[in-house]
Nanobody, 126 residues
Framework: QVQLVESGGGLVQAGDSLRLSCAAS????????MGWFRQAPGKERQFVAA????????YYGDSVMGRFTISRDDAKNTIYLQMNTLKPEDTALYYC???????????????????WGRGTQVTVSS
């Protein structure tokens, strides 16, 4: 099993930046792909970004394209989400997740991930 722990969330103002981290432990060799999702109160879990391993391909949700960047450091078993030009609508609980597979459409769907962190809260004030 893979254990995931997110960090880096906080309260910021619109236009600010934040960088989230997700540290993986356990059977990390199974983490072929990693993703970030977010969920606001009363809304469904939304795909934010994903990254594969060898080759390192990246995918983004439409609402964050051009503002967020996902990256991974396999030596540290950590992935990152650099979030720039934050907007109030980015406010949500952000989750890190691990998948054993790749594929653009596959990685956009939460059921295709088999390990999840507990989340880190991001709040953007206007």
């Amino acid at each position: 099993q893979v254990q995931l722990v997110e960090s880096g969330g906080g309260l910021v103002q619109a236009g600010d930046s934040l960088r989230l981290s997700c540290a993986a432990s356990g059977r990390t060799a199974r983490s072929i792909s990693m993703g970030w999702f977010r969920q606001a109160p009363g809304k469904e879990r939304q795909f934010v970004a994903a990254i594969t391993r060898s080759p390192s391909l990246t995918y983004y949700g439409d609402s964050v394209m051009g503002r967020f960047t996902i990256s991974r450091d396999d030596a540290k078993n950590t992935i990152y989400l650099q979030m720039n030009t934050l907007k109030p609508e980015d406010t949500a609980l952000y989750y890190c997740a691990s998948a054993r597979y790749t594929g653009n459409s596959h990685l956009r769907s939460p059921p295709n991930y088999d390990a999840w962190g507990r989340g880190t809260q991001v709040t953007v004030s206007s």
